[in-house]
Structure formats: C-alpha cells, structure tokens
C-alpha cells in the first residue's frame, strides 16, 4: 500500500478500553495527535498541548498494529480512536484517517468542533464536541460543521451547570439535532454529579445519551481515553 509522505507529531498510542461515546467499554487503540488551539477550562489532557514525537502514517499503522496483537480477532471489529487535543490542528490527521480505514479498523475521530469536518473520510465516525458557555469556548463552535454529520456520528456537550444543560437543549431544539445524529450529554468531571444530570435528564424526558467518562470511575483521575 502506498502512504503520503507525511509526518505528525505524536503525543501517545496507546490500548484501553473507550471511556466514553457509543462504543464505551471495548477495547481500543487510541492515538493521540499533540496541539490544540483551544484551552477550554475542563481540559483534563493539556499534557498533550505540546511536546510529542514526529511519526510518519507508516509508523503509527505499524504500532496500531502491534498493539492489537496477533491474537486479535481478524472477524471481530478493531477499533481505533484519533483523539488530542484536537487531531484536525494537524494537516496529516485526514490522511492517517483514511489509512486506517483501508487497514479495516473501525475509525472514529474525537474533535473539538472549532475545526472544518468537511475533509474527513466518510468512514470514519465523527465524535463533534459542540462547546457550552461553561468551556470558556462557546465562540470557537463552527455551526456549519453540523450540516456535514451523518446518521452514524454522534455529537457531544459536556455540561458543567444548569445554564448549560439549558443551553444545549435549546441548541438542540433550534437545529434539530435529534434528526441529525445521536446526542451525548457529560458532565463535567467534579463540576456538575452525574446523578444531578440524569435527574434533568429524566425530568424532561430528553431522548439523548448520557454518559460518564468511564475510565474516571475504573482508574480515578488520570490521563486517558
């Protein structure tokens, strides 16, 4: 297979299970691009702002690889998350995606939101942060970026208060986003509890997805998926 010359700059790859979105609780191999132009105030991987190693595609496949293992399952689904900071900062992102894709991972990309989505393979699932008042960077959010999801991505709001909650349920509304693709609500770790947030959450009977960062509760507060 002939890959794009193209280097990225690496913080870390690593084997966990996903801590959160649809796919919580399976194994997967998560790397993670450095840089991030955004600094919202619950960032729990500022660790990888800067620093990291310049890799090429070539080489990222070839440990993704290495850490599924020759036990693993060729009939079983692998997955691979493409999370950061935020990967799009990076040019190579979108080709190191689609490289994935053609090795037969199940791809999924975790953005920020603030970045155009538009380039991305259509493989890949897109997991879109739409950032609230409470992140500090609800001016970055890039609302055209909503057009470009599809049925199998999903889109995320982390929550930090009550103006929030209330906040993404009006964005909700407005945009029609239960028609665009599945709804994720988290709290923010140790600003808003997560029985607080299934409470509303039930209360108003919204038909979205809560979820808890899952590595959190298995390992405490350590960097992670």
Known sequence: ????????????????????????????????LTGCPLRCQYCDTAYAFSGGQKRSIKE?????????????????????????????????????????????????????GALDVSDIDPRVIKVMDIKTPGSGE?????????????????????????????????LIETHALLSRCEILFSPSYEQL???TLADWIVSDRLPIRLQCQLHKLIWGDRAGC
């Open 1 to 32: 297979m002939s890959l794009p010359p193209k280097n990225l700059r690496i913080t870390e790859i690593f084997y966990s299970l996903q801590g959160e979105t649809r796919t919580v609780g399976l194994p997967t191999v998560f790397v993670r």
């Open 60 to 112: 990222v496949l070839s440990e993704v690889a290495t850490l599924f293992g020759s036990g693993s399952s060729s009939a079983g689904r692998r997955y691979v998350t493409v999370t950061g900071g935020e990967p799009l900062a990076q040019p190579a992102c979108l080709p190191l995606l689609t490289a994935l894709c053609d090795q037969g991972y199940c791809v999924s990309i975790e953005t920020s």
């Open 138 to 170: 609800v001016a970055r959010n890039r609302y055209d970026n909503i057009a470009q999801l599809s049925a199998h991505d999903q889109l995320k709001f982390v929550l930090c208060d009550r103006a929030d909650y209330d906040w993404a349920k009006q």
């Open 193 to 195: 509890t997560l029985p």
